[in-house]
Nanobody, 128 residues
Framework: QEELVESGGGAVQAGGSLRLSCVAS????????MAWFRQAPGKEREFVGG????????PYADSVKGRFIVSRDHAKNTMYLEMNILKPEDTAVYYC?????????????????????WGKGTQVTVSS
C-alpha cells in the first residue's frame, strides 16, 4: 500500500526554523517526483516546493524562496523541507505529495492535480 507520512511540524515563533520529513513507502518509488503543499484555514492548497526524481530541479513558490529548502534522501525514500526565517503567514497544514507523471519526474511540477499520492499533513504554527 502506497503511503506518505509527514512529521516534524509544531509551533514556533517568527524567525525560527523547523524541518519537516516525509517518508514514502509501498509503490512510491524514489524515482517519483515529490513536493510540499500547504493549506491555511480558509485558503486553497498551494504549492510550496518540490523536487524532480533526482533532486536536480527544485522549484519553489515565490513566497518561500530563499527561506525554505527541499532535499531528498533516496536511500531512505524520504523528502525534507527545511524552513527558516518562519513568518506567521507560513502557518498552515503542510502536505507531502508524490507523482509518477513523466514530466513531473523529469522537471518537478507545481500543479496539485498531477500528484497521485498524498500524506495526511502536519501542522505548522508560527506565532508573532
Amino acid at each position: 500500500q502506497e503511503e506518505l507520512v509527514e512529521s516534524g511540524g509544531g509551533a514556533v515563533q517568527a524567525g525560527g526554523s523547523l524541518r519537516l520529513s516525509c517518508v514514502a513507502s509501498g509503490r512510491i518509488a524514489p524515482s517519483y517526483a515529490m513536493a510540499w503543499f500547504r493549506q491555511a484555514p480558509g485558503k486553497e492548497r498551494e504549492f510550496v516546493g518540490g523536487s524532480n526524481w533526482n533532486g536536480g530541479d527544485t522549484p519553489y513558490a515565490d513566497s518561500v524562496k530563499g527561506r525554505f529548502i527541499v532535499s531528498r534522501d533516496h536511500a531512505k525514500n524520504t523528502m525534507y523541507l527545511e524552513m527558516n526565517i518562519l513568518k506567521p503567514e507560513d502557518t498552515a497544514v503542510y502536505y507531502c505529495a508524490a507523482s509518477s507523471d513523466y514530466d513531473c519526474r523529469r522537471y518537478g511540477c507545481q500543479t496539485a492535480s498531477l500528484y497521485q499520492y498524498w500524506g495526511k499533513g502536519t501542522q505548522v504554527t508560527v506565532s508573532s
